[in-house]
């Protein structure tokens, strides 16, 4: 069965802190691959979006993607108390329409 | 851009009682459309996903059915809820790939 993996946490991170955040995925046909956060009681936000091996980056955000080893990852520089949410890895599996989604990261930025 | 509406936000209603969730978007035309349930400290389960007027596909077989009567209309029902439909229940559209949410729409079976 094709899954995407992600900790559950919850990450601790003082704040001004890097965040890393990694999510692995079994379906080597993947191609497309998101990063999204859920405040809690809200619905997901698509905050990154990561095509190609290498780093993106967006901002205070980073997206690593490694296909040969199959993870993908988000770094959060300078994090604040108000990047505290769950970040939801999303993947674009081979024959299936909608977009794979692991269980999500709590994380949490103390101040 | 495209704007996505779910109503109600929240719900309470007893077991065995019916239900109906509606979806509806603005700003695209035929969009492949959505529903995902997230329960409690879970991620995100795929029910149905729509790729135009009355085509349906579901995901996992269940106390749940969903139709689109119109191109930016999709609807999530059930003739008899279970306390294992409790969950937070969120429609979304496809573009370039990318999920975009609705609001969603808090369901409590009790």
């Known amino acids: 069965q094709k899954e995407v993996e992600q900790n559950s946490g919850p990450l601790s991170v003082p704040e001004g802190a890097i965040a890393s955040l990694n999510c692995t995925y079994s379906d080597r046909g993947s191609q497309s691959f998101f990063w999204y956060r859920q405040y809690s009681g809200k619905s997901p936000e698509l905050i990154m979006s990561i095509y190609s091996n290498g780093d993106k980056e967006d901002g205070r955000f980073t997206a690593q993607l490694n296909k040969a080893s199959q993870y993908v990852s988000l770094l959060i520089r300078d994090s604040q108390p108000s990047d505290s949410a769950t970040y939801l890895c999303?993947?674009?599996?081979?024959?299936?329409?909608?977009?794979?989604f692991g269980s999500g990261t709590r994380l949490q930025v103390q101040p | 851009s495209q704007t996505i509406h779910q109503w109600p936000a929240t719900l309470v209603q007893p077991v065995g009682s019916p239900l109906s969730l509606e979806c509806t978007v603005e700003g695209t035309s035929n969009p492949n459309l959505y529903w995902y349930r997230q329960a409690a400290g879970r991620g995100l389960q795929l029910l149905f996903y729509s790729v135009g007027i009355g085509q349906i596909s579901s995901e996992v077989p269940q106390n749940l059915s969903a139709s689109r009567p119109q191109d930016r209309q999709f609807i999530l029902s059930s003739k008899k809820l279970l306390l294992s439909d409790s969950g937070f229940y969120l429609c979304?559209?496809?573009?370039?790939?990318?999920?975009?949410f609705g609001q969603g729409t808090r369901l409590t079976v009790v």
């Open positions: 999303a993947v674009s599996e081979t024959g299936r329409r909608a977009l794979t």
């Open positions: 979304a559209l496809d573009e370039s790939r990318k999920a975009f």
